[in-house]
């Protein structure tokens, strides 16, 4: 290959080795999550709630960096399951609010086992789990200003 495409090679981009780990870490997260009858988009979600109570849509795209066509599937599914109600704003009949159903609530304790799980399958000590959350969440952080 010609030195001038240099910068096109698959190797050399930054890109490519986030999005394979990306799809590396959502695929070992899969046996855990089937357990608990969640994809890895409705078990974010879940943490989310399990953070806060409740939520609107609003924050969830926001929390989790996903747009309004991608979380309202998630949510119908998480409603069919038993886990959500979703109910309108008594404060803005416009905005809904999810809540937790005491079967969503419940599924935080069997949830408990997955980070530790997860933390695992990678043979990270602390202080690179770290600077690695460190170094992703400064291009989130940088991505969200532009």
């Not at 695929?27 to 089937?34: A, G, I, Q, V």
């Not at 979600?45 to 747009?67: D, F, I, T």
Request: one cysteine or more.
């Amino acid at each position: 290959m010609d030195d001038k495409y240099k910068a096109l090679r698959l190797k050399n981009q930054i890109c490519f080795p986030i999005y394979a780990v990306s799809n590396m870490i959502t695929r070992k997260y899969k046996p855990y999550l089937d357990k608990l009858d969640l994809t890895y988009t409705q078990y974010i979600v879940m943490m989310v709630l399990w953070e806060h109570g409740q939520a609107n849509e609003k924050l969830l795209c926001e929390s989790l960096c996903l747009r309004s066509n991608t979380v309202t599937p998630l949510l119908k599914k998480l409603k069919e399951k038993g886990y959500i109600e979703k109910a309108k704003d008594t404060g803005d009949e416009r905005n809904l609010v999810i809540t937790l159903t005491e079967t969503g609530k419940r599924l935080q304790d069997k949830a408990l086992y997955v980070p530790e799980c997860m933390a695992k399958e990678f043979h990270l000590t602390s202080e690179e789990a770290m600077s690695l959350y460190k170094i992703l969440y400064k291009l989130l952080d940088e991505g969200k200003n532009k």
